[in-house]
């Protein structure tokens, strides 16, 4: 009878692990990702945050983080022409630029100067935790597990009214 009941309580905490990992969200699973990222990195990356728009515009800005604080930060903006619908476009350059240490934060332009930690903390508290009724979210985590998209946009709006972060690339230095 008492092998019964540990066997019983055995079954019953391994369904219930399997349930907490099932129930994880894609958040929370992306954040572990991040932690482990961020352990084995010593704090030290880089991430690439692009946009675009429906009206050729586009832009890419490469953030450096070493030891757990921006140090860098490159921008590039650029426009898509249409000459034919059977060529590529071409992609022409509207801005660059790049700011070390020393001159962070003296552009207008370009993504905001974040850690990962804080592009989590705001995708958690401010793009992604918005009014359900009102908006739809989009989280995506396509950086080997780690944050690619945490967007909201208002349910309607047709055109360039994402509010959040698109990320193509984080590596580490």
């Not at 675009?52 to 070493?66: A, C, D, L």
């Not at 070390?100 to 995708?123: E, F, W």
């Not at 935790?129 to 989009?138: C, D, I, L, Q, W």
Request: charged share 20%; with cysteine; aromatic share 10%.
């Amino acid at each position: 009878m008492k092998r019964a009941f540990i066997l019983i309580l055995f079954v019953i905490a391994g369904l219930s692990a399997c349930k907490k990992d099932a129930n994880d969200t894609a958040y929370d699973k992306s954040y572990k990702a991040w932690q482990s990222f961020k352990a084995e990195s010593k704090n030290s990356y880089t991430y690439t945050v692009t946009s675009g728009s429906v009206f050729g515009y586009g832009s890419e800005t490469k953030i450096t983080v070493q030891n757990g604080n921006v140090i860098a930060r490159d921008y590039y903006a650029y426009k898509l022409e249409y000459t034919s619908s059977t060529t590529p476009p071409i992609k022409t350059t509207t801005e660059q630029w790049h700011e070390d240490k020393a001159s962070l934060g003296q552009h207008n332009s370009g993504a905001s100067l974040l850690t990962l930690d804080q592009v989590y903390q705001k995708a958690k508290n401010e793009w992604l935790a918005v009014n359900k009724k009102e908006n739809t979210t989009y989280f995506e985590a396509n950086n080997n597990g780690m944050i690619s998209v945490a967007t909201h946009a208002a349910i309607g709006c047709q055109d360039d009214c994402s509010i959040g972060i698109h990320i193509s690339e984080i590596k580490a230095l």
